[in-house]
């Protein structure tokens, strides 16, 4: 009989989420302890980036200079911000789906679709930017900007810790920290184009300029990039891989 009660009990199963979450637990805190190092080592470089993003006075472009030290250094900080945009999509994806127990490789392939698409936007908008900064701009104010929008990109990118790590441990308020990244990305777009209108406007093109940016800058892309993720998200719900 005693044989019978224990039949069939397998213990208290452990989730199979849990991995997928502690290895992006990882992945998270070597990214934060590699930011801590590049920080620690390009400290200078960090406060000229701060001081050339609230100065309205042209100086050499940290972010033009690919051939000196500063490269790593820049490169770091744009990887960062696009590595934890995809893994807050990823999280937000979990999240509203109610995708409990992720496989492990299906999980890692989808933070690699996401970062994907999100490089093609940042390419996209890069391209549209320069476009755009040569045809209105004059007198290398297109690279004065350039400097302004990566260190406010790069600043954005290091707030995003948090949001990512909310959703990483708590997976029941993700109102909450939706509600943070919007912020987040809010305040330094505002931010930007506060500056855009400071550097480019004049009383031939200035409001042309405005308007052309704020569509084809700001609003285009957006767009572009939300039915992409609706398009992806309807993918990934037909497929059989990542159920």
Known sequence: MGTNILEGYIGIRTGDEQFVYDTLFVLILLLLVSFGFVFRYHYSLFIKMLNDLFSMKERQNLFDAPVKKN???????????LFLCALFFFLVYSNYTGTQNPDFLAAGLMIAVFLCVIIVFYLLKQCLYALYGRVFGENGQYRFWSTKYHGLASLWGISLYLPVLWLTFDHTHLTEGLIFFAISYLIPRITLIYM???IFYN???GLLYLSSYLCAQEI????????????LYNTIEASTLWH
């Open 196 to 198: 855009t209108f400071r």
């Open 203 to 205: 009383k031939n093109t």
């Open 220 to 231: 285009i892309p957006l767009l572009f990039l939300y039915k992409g993720l609706i398009y």
């Open 71 to 81: 490269l790593f250094f820049t490169g770091f900080l744009q990887f960062q911000t």
